[in-house]
Nanobody, 125 residues
Framework: QVQLVESGGGLVQAGGSLRLSCAAS????????MAWVRQAPGKEREFVAG????????YYAVSVRGRFTISRDNAKNTLYLQMSSLRPEDTAVYYC??????????????????WGQGTQVTVSS
C-alpha cells in the first residue's frame, strides 16, 4: 500500500500552466505504475495520464496529449503532472493513483487501489 498526497492545484487563467505534485509514502511507490485521474463537477472520473514504474513509458488521454506531461522521481517518491495551455474544460479535482500490480488497463478506475485526496484545478476563461 502507498499513501498519496497531492499539491499544486489552484486558479489559473486559460492558456496558463500549473504543476501538480503527488508525494508518496510507503515502500512500494517505485514498483507501481502511477496515474493522474480527474473528476469535473457532475462528471465521472476521467483518466488523464499514466507512467510506468521506472518512468520510461507514458500514456495520455487524447484530450491532454501535447499539453500535459507526466513524470516521476522515484528517489523523491514523487509523481508530477506539468499542465500547459490549460483550458476551462480542464477544471476538475485531480487525483494521483497507484495502479494495481498485474493490471495493464489505464482508463478504468478499478485498476487503481491507492488514491490521494485530490487537488482542485480551476481554469478561468
Amino acid at each position: 500500500q502507498v499513501q498519496l498526497v497531492e499539491s499544486g492545484g489552484g486558479l489559473v487563467q486559460a492558456g496558463g500552466s500549473l504543476r501538480l505534485s503527488c508525494a508518496a509514502s510507503g515502500r512500494t511507490f517505485s514498483s507501481r505504475a502511477m496515474a493522474w485521474v480527474r473528476q469535473a463537477p457532475g462528471k465521472e472520473r476521467e483518466f488523464v495520464a499514466g507512467i510506468n514504474s521506472i518512468g520510461i513509458s507514458t500514456y495520455y488521454a487524447v484530450s491532454v496529449r501535447g499539453r500535459f506531461t507526466i513524470s516521476r522521481d522515484n528517489a523523491k517518491n514523487t509523481l508530477y503532472l506539468q499542465m500547459s495551455s490549460l483550458r476551462p474544460e480542464d477544471t476538475a479535482v485531480y487525483y494521483c493513483a497507484a495502479r494495481r500490480a498485474g493490471t495493464t488497463v489505464w482508463e478504468s478506475g478499478s485498476s487503481y487501489d491507492d488514491w490521494g485526496q485530490g487537488t482542485q484545478v480551476t481554469v478561468s476563461s
